[in-house]
């Protein structure tokens, strides 16, 4: 196979992009870790990896800078994180390309993952003056009783390729200003972002002055092993991980056996409800966006899409069209609104995923692998619509790749039932203008998932909301809303000021 001399190579501009940051270019060469760009296949930089040995070093530093940084008064810890929303916004284009580079994402979409990065900055700021706890009325004269936020000590973030740096902001900013320190460990498939995003971080610590101790940004490159050692380490109160949810079966019991807390944002298996009234241009632009946006590797991707009777034949070939004719290619080009999947072991999955749907009865639309000529060590595909006979096989697993099984309803309590009848409980969105449909999907008896949407699709979600899901997704909620109390310990306290010493529950006790 020759690959032509015109073969778009993006090692040399990523260094560039790195130094850029504030990474020493000695970092990204001679270690053992191959960053490598799903765009090309080829290798970007070869980084150190960490040992037990230093993982456990890095969380000894992070414990110690969290004893000093929770003695400084939250607000003047926000002005830490506005000095990183500054630094985020200063290289808002290079990061945004670093992460095309190294997770293939689109130029709006990478562009689109800083801006969530700076948005949370904002958010976690204004945060910072509002870390309110209650004055509960006490059933004792001359007392008061209250509660405080306290922070919790070192939280360990680990995240995963698809949302290589906007994922850790949402833990981090929030860790910041409630008083933690962190520990980030990147996915292996995404180092490069992580280390640029720790020397942003650092410019801004440099900015903010010697009050931001040493250690309360540490990152850890590598795999399982030093995963495991950060779940596994008592001085670690906290672990947020995003990832799949067979990750989360395993980090989420490690962690709760010593008694750690976790915020799990897990898998996810996301559907629409088409309703009879549903707008069907917007349905379409909305179904495009959330099923093959981020080619399907989003964890609110929207995978399934309940379509009534009455409308299949309207939307679903106009879909299975503006499928085949979606520009696919280098996520970096002009007009690319498909990327490549992140690796070869996606690109498998994806087709055994198809092989089983065809098996369970299902009419595949598209699927297969283009672009192998050009860049046989990248995994572009040609994203799937499939229609399923009923929710069967694969629909009832989420496959990270852009496969859209559609399944056909009548009765709208039954597309509920639908929705609501697979593992995951993540993100979930109908489309309707009958008002009570759209007030019932909301409602105690609608949808099941953390996040259900009414016309709009189920990805795309603004950080201003809690984020996350129920079931087999997790449990966790990070970003907006009351997601900072994940962060914090509570700590209720009464205060005697009467002198005498009543006892709760009209309890007698004199000696
Ligand atoms: C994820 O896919 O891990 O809702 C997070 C969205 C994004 C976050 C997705 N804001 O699509």
Redesign the pocket.
């Known amino acids: 196979m020759t690959v032509g001399l015109d073969t778009v190579k993006f090692a040399e501009e990523t260094i560039e992009l790195m130094e850029r940051m504030g990474v020493a270019r000695a970092a990204l060469e001679g270690g053992t870790l191959a960053a490598t760009s799903p765009n090309t296949g080829e290798t970007l930089a070869m980084i150190k990896e960490d040992s037990v040995e230093e993982t456990s070093a890095a969380i000894g530093r992070a414990h110690d800078a969290f004893k000093e940084w929770r003695k400084l008064p939250a607000p003047r810890r926000g002005e830490l994180v506005r000095l990183l929303g500054e630094e985020l916004r200063t290289y808002k284009d290079d990061l945004g390309k670093l992460v095309s580079l190294e997770a293939g994402k689109i130029t709006s979409e990478g562009l689109g993952e800083v801006q969530?990065m700076i948005d949370i900055c904002d958010f976690a700021v204004g945060l910072s003056r509002q870390l309110y706890g209650l004055t509960i009325a006490t059933e004792r004269p001359g007392h008061r009783m209250m509660e405080t936020w306290h922070p919790s000590g070192v939280v360990g973030v680990i995240s995963?390729f698809?949302?290589p740096v906007?994922?850790w902001s949402w833990n981090a900013a929030l860790a910041f200003v409630c008083g933690d320190s962190v520990v980030w460990k990147p996915s292996e498939k995404s180092p490069l972002t992580a280390m640029a995003v720790q020397a942003l971080y650092e410019r801004a610590a440099a900015k903010f002055g010697d009050d931001a101790p040493k250690g309360l940004l540490e990152v850890i490159q590598g795999g399982r092993e030093i995963g495991e050692t950060l779940v596994d380490d008592k001085r670690v109160p906290v672990i947020s991980a995003?990832g799949s949810t067979r990750m989360g079966r395993q980090v989420g019991p490690r962690v709760a056996q010593r008694f750690g807390k976790s915020i799990l944002?897990l898998g996810g298996n996301n559907a629409a409800i088409v309703t009879p009234s549903a707008d069907l241009d917007l349905t379409l632009r909305g179904v495009a966006f959330s099923a093959m946006g981020t080619c399907g590797q989003?964890?609110?991707t929207l995978r399934r899409l309940i379509t009534h009777d009455s409308v299949y034949d309207a939307l679903i070939p106009r879909l299975i069209k503006a499928y085949a004719s979606v520009k696919i290619g280098i996520p970096t080009e002009e007009g690319t609104l498909i990327g490549p999947l992140i690796d070869k072991d996606a690109f498998d999955n994806m087709q055994k995923s198809l092989e089983a749907a065809k098996a369970a009865g299902g009419t595949v639309h598209g699927g297969q692998r283009v672009m192998a000529d050009e860049y046989p060590d990248a995994y572009y595909v040609q994203p799937a619509i499939v229609e399923m006979p009923g929710q069967v096989g694969p629909v009832l697993e989420e496959t990270f790749a852009p496969i859209l099984y559609v399944i056909r309803y009548t009765d709208f309590d039954d597309a509920i039932e639908i929705q609501n009848g697979v593992g995951a409980g993540l993100?979930s969105s109908v489309f309707t203008k009958d008002m009570g449909e759209a007030e019932t999907f909301v409602s105690v008896v609608g949808s099941d998932c953390g996040i259900a949407n009414v016309n709009i699709g189920p990805?795309?979600?603004?950080i201003g909301g809690a984020?996350g899901g129920e079931k087999e997704t997790g449990g966790g909620r990070e970003a907006g809303s009351d997601a900072w109390k994940a962060y914090m310990r509570r700590a209720t306290n009464t205060i005697n000021y009467s002198g005498a010493l009543p006892l709760a529950q009209g309890v007698k006790f004199d000696v």
């Not at 990805?459 to 603004?462: C, K, L, R, Y």
Request: with cysteine; aromatic share 12%.
């Open positions: 969530e995963a698809n949302f906007a994922v995003t944002e989003r964890c609110t993100s990805s795309g979600a603004e984020f």
